[in-house]
């Protein structure tokens, strides 16, 4: 059983990763749940301290990720229209299957929101969803980074105790 928890646990690890740039996966709380299946066997020893941590640092990225390119939009000149415009269509290009639907949803949302405030300043409208753009690309860059440090973590506990699982 501690094999199969291994491996499953790598697998949500890697997934983690993955996720970091699908809209459908969650990914450093997915990564999480590979920590935590590591934790589980009866081998590596539960620390409960370093699975809150972890825990509370991925729900906060999770959350901060609907944030972010509404940030990046405020921050290149954007105003609240083109802020609402970005995380609606944050949820909107969730929800969509076409490719890319989150990065899309909150470049067109934005650009969207910001022609609604004034339409005759498409500039403004263009660098606002080009802030929204830039806010996607770092929370990904931070959902990436959190994700490949939990993979780290793993690989770092698994083999400390390799010898056991082996």
Same mark, same amino acid.
């Given at each position: !059983?501690?094999?199969?928890? @291994? &491996? ?19 990914? =450093?709380?997915?990564?999480?749940? +590979? %920590? %935590? &299946?590591?934790?589980? #066997?009866?081998?590596?020893p !539960?620390? *409960?301290?370093?699975? +809150?941590? #972890? ?15 509404? !940030? +990046? $939009?405020?921050?290149?000149?954007? $105003? ?5 415009? #970005?995380t ?5 290009? &969730? @929800?969509?299957?076409? =490719? ?14 910001? !022609?609604m405030y ?18 996607f690309l770092?929370? /990904? #860059?931070?959902?990436?980074?959190? /994700?490949?440090?939990y993979?780290? &973590?793993? %690989?770092?506990?698994? *083999? ?7």
């Open positions: !059983m501690d094999i199969f928890l @291994l &491996l499953l646990g790598f697998v949500f690890v890697c997934l983690g990763i993955i996720g970091s740039f699908l809209p459908v996966l969650p990914g =450093p709380l997915t990564a999480w749940f +590979g %920590l %935590l &299946l590591l934790h589980t #066997t009866k081998i590596i !539960m620390d *409960w301290t370093f699975l +809150g941590i #972890t825990l509370g640092l991925a729900i906060l990225i999770w959350i901060l990720d609907y944030f972010i390119p509404a !940030m +990046g $939009t405020k921050r290149f000149g954007g $105003t609240k229209y083109g802020v609402y415009g #970005t609606i269509g944050l949820i909107v290009g &969730l @929800l969509s299957p076409i =490719p890319f639907g989150m990065l899309l949803g909150a470049f067109f949302g934005a650009f969207i929101g910001e !022609m004034d339409s005759k300043d498409t500039n403004r409208a263009l660098k606002a969803s080009f802030g929204a753009f830039i806010g770092a929370s /990904a #860059t931070i959902k990436f980074s959190i /994700a490949s440090v993979f780290v &973590l793993f %690989l770092i506990q698994f *083999w400390e105790f390799k010898g056991e699982f082996f």
